[in-house]
C-alpha cells in the first residue's frame, strides 16, 4: 500500500532509527521455513561472487535473491530514509542457529568507519521472537558512535563494551516470516540465540544514496564487486554502478582485481 506524502513525513519522523514491521509484497510472503532453508542451501552449495562467503551478495547473480531486494514495500520503506535514489551495495543471509552465541550490542557503523548513510533493512525468512532471534533495538542510541571492543572471532564483529547498556529500555521488534524492519547504521542493536531446534534464518540487505562514496578500505568487497541501483538514478557516479537489468557472471572479475564493468552479463543460474 501507497502512503500519501504527509504519511511519508509523518513515518520518516517517527521511524528515523528503525521502523515498525512491514509486510512484503512480493513472493516471498508465502515462503515456509523449509523453503528458506533450502534456498540458503542452494546457494551455498553454488560459487557466488563473493570467493570466501557463498552467502554474500547473490543479489549480484541470483534472480530470486535480487527480487527480493527490490520488493517493492522494502524499496518504498528505504525511500523514505534516503530518497529516490537508492543503491544496493550488500546483501547477505544470516542463519543462526540455538548453539550460536548471542550478538551483542553494536552498531553497524562500526564496520565501514561512519563515513555512510546506510538503511539495514532486515527481511525475516523464518518467524522471529523473542524465544527465536529476533532483533532488540536501543531507542535513542544513534544520537553517537559507541565505543567498541577490539575485533573478536573471524567475522571481525566489533560489540560495544565500555558504555553500560540498559537493557530495561530496549524495544523488541517480533517479525513473522515475510515481514522486515528497516532501521539505520547508528542504532544500537542485538539479536539472542534462538531456543529452538529450529535456527532462524534472515535475510539482510543494505542501500545507500548514490551520492555518498563507499568508503576506501572496506569496498570492494571483491574483485568486481559493484552496487545496483535499484530506484531511481545515478547522477553522481563516485561508485562503480550497474542497473538492474545487470547480473554477475565469472566474466565480470577481472584477474588484476580491478572492479569489472561488462553491461552484457546474464545470470549465472537464475534461482527459482
Given at each position: 500500500?501507497?502512503?500519501?506524502?504527509?504519511?511519508?513525513?509523518?513515518?520518516?519522523?517517527?521511524?528515523?532509527?528503525?521502523?515498525?514491521?512491514?509486510?512484503?509484497?512480493?513472493?516471498?510472503?508465502?515462503?515456509?521455513?523449509?523453503?528458506?532453508?533450502?534456498?540458503?542451501?542452494?546457494?551455498?552449495?553454488?560459487?557466488?561472487?563473493?570467493?570466501?562467503?557463498?552467502?554474500?551478495?547473490?543479489?549480484?547473480?541470483?534472480?530470486?535473491?535480487?527480487?527480493?531486494?527490490?520488493?517493492?514495500?522494502?524499496i518504498?520503506?528505504?525511500?523514505?530514509?534516503?530518497?529516490n535514489?537508492?543503491?544496493?551495495?550488500?546483501?547477505?543471509?544470516?542463519?543462526?542457529?540455538?548453539e550460536?552465541?548471542?550478538?551483542?550490542?553494536?552498531?553497524?557503523?562500526?564496520?565501514?568507519?561512519?563515513?555512510?548513510?546506510?538503511?539495514?533493512?532486515?527481511?525475516?525468512?523464518?518467524?522471529?521472537?523473542?524465544?527465536t532471534?529476533?532483533?532488540?533495538?536501543?531507542?535513542g542510541?544513534?544520537?553517537?558512535?559507541?565505543?567498541?571492543?577490539?575485533?573478536?572471532?573471524?567475522?571481525?564483529l566489533?560489540y560495544?563494551?565500555?558504555?553500560?547498556?540498559?537493557?530495561?529500555?530496549?524495544?523488541?521488534?517480533?517479525?513473522?516470516?515475510?515481514?522486515?524492519?528497516?532501521?539505520?547504521?547508528?542504532?544500537?542493536?542485538?539479536?539472542?540465540?534462538?531456543?529452538?531446534?529450529?535456527?532462524?534464518?534472515?535475510?539482510?540487505?543494505?542501500?545507500?544514496?548514490?551520492?555518498?562514496?563507499?568508503?576506501?578500505?572496506?569496498?570492494?568487497?571483491?574483485?568486481?564487486?559493484?552496487?545496483?541501483?535499484?530506484?531511481g538514478?545515478?547522477?553522481?557516479?563516485?561508485n562503480?554502478?550497474?542497473?538492474?537489468?545487470?547480473?554477475?557472471?565469472?566474466?565480470?572479475q577481472?584477474t588484476?582485481g580491478?572492479i569489472?564493468?561488462?553491461?552484457?552479463?546474464?545470470?549465472?543460474?537464475?534461482?527459482?
Amino acid at each position: 500500500m501507497r502512503m500519501d506524502l504527509a504519511t511519508k513525513k509523518a513515518a520518516l519522523t517517527r521511524h528515523a532509527e528503525f521502523t515498525r514491521p512491514h509486510r512484503l509484497c512480493g513472493e516471498y510472503l508465502g515462503l515456509s521455513g523449509d523453503d528458506a532453508e533450502s534456498l540458503t542451501t542452494l546457494l551455498q552449495s553454488r560459487p557466488g561472487p563473493a570467493p570466501n562467503h557463498r552467502l554474500y551478495c547473490r543479489h549480484l547473480d541470483s534472480s530470486a535473491v535480487r527480487a527480493l531486494s527490490m520488493d517493492p514495500a522494502i524499496i518504498d520503506v528505504v525511500r523514505h530514509f534516503i530518497g529516490n535514489n537508492v543503491m544496493l551495495w550488500l546483501s547477505t543471509f544470516w542463519i543462526k542457529a540455538a548453539e550460536d552465541p548471542d550478538t551483542p550490542w553494536h552498531q553497524d557503523v562500526w564496520f565501514w568507519d561512519g563515513t555512510i548513510p546506510t538503511v539495514t533493512v532486515w527481511v525475516a525468512l523464518t518467524e522471529a521472537r523473542k524465544d527465536t532471534g529476533c532483533l532488540r533495538f536501543l531507542p535513542g542510541s544513534c544520537n553517537r558512535i559507541w565505543p567498541h571492543a577490539a575485533p573478536l572471532g573471524a567475522a571481525g564483529l566489533g560489540y560495544v563494551s565500555s558504555v553500560p547498556v540498559n537493557d530495561d529500555k530496549e524495544v523488541c521488534v517480533e517479525l513473522e516470516a515475510g515481514e522486515f524492519v528497516a532501521f539505520n547504521e547508528r542504532v544500537l542493536h542485538r539479536s539472542l540465540s534462538p531456543r529452538s531446534k529450529t535456527p532462524r534464518i534472515a535475510f539482510v540487505a543494505r542501500y545507500s544514496s548514490p551520492r555518498h562514496r563507499l568508503p576506501h578500505g572496506k569496498l570492494p568487497l571483491f574483485p568486481g564487486h559493484v552496487s545496483l541501483i535499484v530506484h531511481g538514478q545515478d547522477r553522481y557516479r563516485v561508485n562503480p554502478t550497474q542497473g538492474v537489468d545487470w547480473f554477475w557472471t565469472d566474466s565480470c572479475q577481472n584477474t588484476n582485481g580491478a572492479i569489472g564493468m561488462h553491461f552484457g552479463c546474464r545470470p549465472a543460474f537464475p534461482v527459482p
